[in-house]
């Protein structure tokens, strides 16, 4: 396994379900920095070797919360389009990201929201966002919880 450090312009856990209070407040993605903004501008994630579509334009959907303390926890990839490893880098980005509170977070409520995270995207942006758009949780927060 090697380390790679993704810059977070390049991105717009576990496969095992999380159990998420249903009294968390769910967030929408595009809601998200009303809440909690990410501090990183880089991220440290494992990637790797070898594997399964490493190179392939591909996107995973993960859902996680975001505790008080700005540490994402419960960091499930619900999907990766193509099937291959970079479902462990996915997790392994999310991870690593921290979160300060929102303007409108001054309590520091724990949130659980979702993300698309982009892996090797064309530069066309119609086939980036056919890429994308296959892994967004359209249905999100029902069903998973």
């Avoid at 193509?82 to 724990?110: C, F, I, W």
């Amino acid at each position: 396994m090697k380390r790679l450090v993704i810059p977070i312009c390049m991105l717009a856990a576990t496969n095992a379900a999380a159990a998420i209070n249903p009294n968390i407040l769910a967030v929408q993605p595009d809601q998200l920095t009303h809440y909690w903004v990410m501090t990183n501008t880089s991220l440290n994630v494992d990637v790797p070797n070898s594997g399964v579509n490493l190179s392939k334009p591909t996107c995973s959907a993960v859902t996680y919360m975001i505790g008080s303390d700005g540490v994402p926890r419960d960091i499930v990839v619900r999907r990766t389009i193509p099937a291959g490893d970079l479902t462990t880098v996915a997790a392994s980005a999310v991870k690593d990201m921290r979160y300060v509170a929102g303007a409108e977070n001054a309590a520091h409520q724990p949130v659980f929201t979702s993300l698309v995270i982009p892996f090797n995207l064309p530069a066309d942006p119609a086939e980036r966002k056919a890429i994308t758009d296959a892994c967004v949780l359209k249905d999100f927060p029902q069903g998973y919880r």
